[in-house]
């Protein structure tokens, strides 16, 4: 079964103190990975995709990657506007467009 | 990216009554999808909606209680039926743009 775990559930960062959030995946034939930003009572914010193993995406403090099990959303010197929930999710194979999304990372900096 | 607007934001409803929620997009889209996002939890897919045709619904989700128009590229409904407490959710519609899902900012239902 198709399967999306991320880990960990939440987590606590000092201002400036850089850290990695985790998603590993089960999926028989990866299409491609997401990453989301959720904001409390707001619709998940599109971050990055990637396909292939060995792919890295890079925006401001945040750089994803990914290998064949897994992937890292690593953020760096994170400010308090960093703090949300991150999302991963995985597309699965087949004729249309669906998301397997993993039940998110909740992230809060504190100056 | 796609612009996506949901109406209403937010509602409280009575159990047994029924909630149409609406979603527009900014540009014509094939595909439109609904989702379901529990208290607590990470968003299930409800439904894909194409123009012209039937949706296609998640196992665990029937077009009793969630039927889905999709009358043109950029507009389409989810109504949730006979609502029960259990579907107190935040309920979220998106589109495929240029190999990305984009979102809309979500609808939050409470049922008393």
């Known amino acids: 079964e198709d399967q999306v775990t991320q880990s960990p559930e939440a987590l606590r960062l000092q201002e400036g103190e850089s850290s990695s959030l985790n998603c590993s995946y089960t999926v028989s034939g990866l299409r491609g990975l997401f990453w989301y930003r959720q904001d409390p009572g707001k619709g998940p914010e599109f971050l990055f995709t990637?396909?292939?193993a060995g792919e890295e995406k890079e925006k401001e403090r945040l750089k994803a990657t990914l290998t064949k099990k897994e992937s890292f959303l690593h953020i760096t010197a994170p400010k308090p506007e960093d703090s949300a929930t991150y999302l991963c999710a995985v597309q699965a194979p087949g004729g249309y467009n669906k998301l397997i999304f993993g039940a998110g990372t909740r992230l809060a900096v504190h100056p | 990216s796609a612009v996506i607007s949901q109406k209403p934001s937010r509602d409280i409803c009575q159990r047994g009554t029924s909630l149409t929620i609406q979603c527009q997009v900014d540009s014509q889209v094939t595909m439109m999808f609904w989702y379901r996002q529990q208290p607590g939890q990470s968003l299930t897919l409800i439904a894909t909606?194409?123009?012209?045709?039937?949706?296609?619904?998640e196992s665990g989700f029937v077009i009793d209680k969630f039927p889905i128009s999709r009358p043109n590229l950029t507009f389409s409904t989810l109504t949730v039926s006979n609502m029960s407490p259990e579907d107190s959710s935040i309920y979220l519609c998106?589109?495929?743009?240029?190999?990305?899902?984009?979102f809309g900012p979500g609808t939050r239902l409470t049922v008393l």
């Open positions: 998106s589109v495929v743009s240029r190999e990305a899902e984009f």
């Open positions: 990637l396909y292939s």
């Open positions: 909606a194409n123009q012209g045709s039937e949706a296609t619904y």
